[in-house]
C-alpha cells in the first residue's frame, strides 16, 4: 500500500478536498483506499463523495448513533464530527475502492464514525455504488454543508494486488 | 523505516466461471491475512451463502456474528456452520468485500476475522468469525453458494494480502 496523496485543510477550511485533477490517478494500483479525518465548520455530521463526472450514486448503510441502529439508503457517504462536537476532535473514515481502474461499475465499501465525547455521536458502514464503467481518475470529498475545518486531512492510497499464479479453481 | 502493509501474495482473477477458488500453500511468515474479492454471480439472481473454509476444514467449526442493514432495517444475527456469510448477486455489482484474518499463523489460539460486505442493491453488513481450530491456515477455499449451481463470475477477483507485525 503506497500513499499517492494527503490534502491538509489550511486555514480558513475548504469546501472541498479533491485528490488530483480528472484524470490524473494513475491506473497502476489493483485498489485504492482513501483515509479521511474530517470536521465540518457547521452542523452537519454528513459527507459525500464523487468519482470524476456525472453519474448515479447509489447506498446502503447501517448507522449507530449512541442510541439506537437503524439503516438506510440516504445519499451519505461517510461521516465527519460537526462544529458542535467536542472540540478538536475529528471523524475518521476509511473508503475501499476495488478494481477502481476496470471496466465494471464501481462499488465501494465506506466504515465511518464521527468523534464526540457524548453520548450522540454516529458510526455507519455503507456500501456503495457509482454506476459508471470508466476507470476512475479523480475523487472529491464533500461535506455536507459547509467546509471541511482547517485541519481536517485526507490520504489517498493505492493498493497493488500480487500477480496471477498456480491456483485451484474448480 | 516503514513496516510494510498490504504485501500482495496471489491475485485470482476468473476468466471462466467457478463454484469455489482456493488459495493455497500460504506462507506462513506473516502476522495477518487480508483478502480482498470483487465478484458477482452467475445463477440465482441473489446467490447468498458465500462461504470460506480454511486448510479444508468444512466441518461445524466456525461461528460468526453479525450487524446488517437493508435500507430499512438494523439487523443481527449469528451463525454456526461457516466462516463467513455474505451474498451475490447476479443481477447486480460487482461487490466489494474484505476480510482481515488475525494471527493467522499461530498455531497456539482460535483464528478470527472481522468483515465488511457490501451489496449496494441489497445489504451492508459488518461481521465477525471464529474458526475453531489452534492450526495454522495454509489454505482457504471460498465457496459460490452451498447448493453447487451459482458460481463466481467470469471477472470475479480474489487478492491476498499479508501484513508484517
Known amino acids: ?170 | 523505516m516503514p513496516t510494510p502493509t498490504y504485501i500482495p501474495l496471489q491475485t485470482i482473477t476468473l476468466g471462466s466461471s467457478a463454484s469455489s477458488v482456493t488459495f493455497a500453500s500460504i506462507p506462513q511468515t506473516y502476522r495477518d491475512l487480508v483478502l480482498v474479492m470483487f465478484s458477482k454471480s452467475v445463477g440465482s439472481p441473489t446467490a447468498a451463502n458465500l462461504k470460506i473454509w480454511f486448510n479444508g476444514d468444512t466441518g461445524s467449526n466456525y461461528s460468526n456474528l453479525r450487524m446488517y442493514g437493508n435500507g430499512s432495517s438494523a439487523l443481527s444475527g449469528t451463525g454456526s456452520t461457516t466462516f463467513f456469510e455474505s451474498w451475490l448477486d447476479s443481477t447486480a455489482e460487482f461487490t466489494a468485500t474484505n476480510i482481515q484474518i488475525m494471527d493467522y499463523s499461530a498455531a497456539d489460539k482460535h483464528k478470527t476475522a472481522l468483515t465488511r460486505a457490501n451489496l449496494s442493491s441489497l445489504q451492508v453488513q459488518a461481521s465477525t468469525h471464529r474458526w475453531a481450530s489452534t492450526s495454522a491456515i495454509s489454505s482457504i477455499e471460498i465457496e459460490s453458494s452451498d447448493n453447487g449451481t451459482d458460481l463466481f463470475a467470469v471477472g470475479s477477483t480474489f487478492s491476498l494480502y499479508a501484513i508484517e507485525a
Open chain 1, 1 to 170: 500500500m503506497q500513499s499517492i496523496q494527503t490534502v491538509t485543510v489550511g486555514s480558513g477550511g475548504a469546501a472541498s478536498i479533491e485528490f488530483m485533477a480528472v484524470g490524473e490517478i494513475p491506473d497502476t494500483y489493483t485498489d485504492l483506499k482513501v483515509v479521511v479525518s474530517g470536521r465540518c465548520s457547521t452542523t452537519d455530521t454528513t459527507a459525500t463523495l464523487a468519482f470524476n463526472t456525472g453519474g448515479t450514486y447509489t447506498r446502503r448503510t447501517l448507522l449507530g448513533s449512541g442510541s439506537a441502529a437503524s439503516s438506510n439508503t440516504s445519499a451519505v457517504d461517510f461521516r465527519i464530527s460537526q462544529s458542535g462536537d467536542t472540540p478538536s476532535t475529528f471523524g475518521n473514515s476509511e473508503i475501499y475502492i476495488p478494481n477502481y481502474a476496470g471496466s465494471t461499475t464501481k462499488s465501494y465499501s465506506v466504515d465511518s464514525i464521527n468523534e464526540n465525547n457524548a453520548t450522540a455521536a454516529f458510526q455507519a458502514i455503507t456500501a456503495g455504488l457509482w454506476n459508471q464503467t470508466a476507470a476512475i481518475t479523480s475523487i472529491v470529498l464533500t461535506p455536507g454543508s459547509g467546509n471541511f475545518a482547517e485541519h481536517s486531512t485526507a490520504t489517498l492510497y493505492g493498493i497493488l494486488a500480487g500477480s496471477d499464479g498456480t491456483t485451484t479453481v474448480t
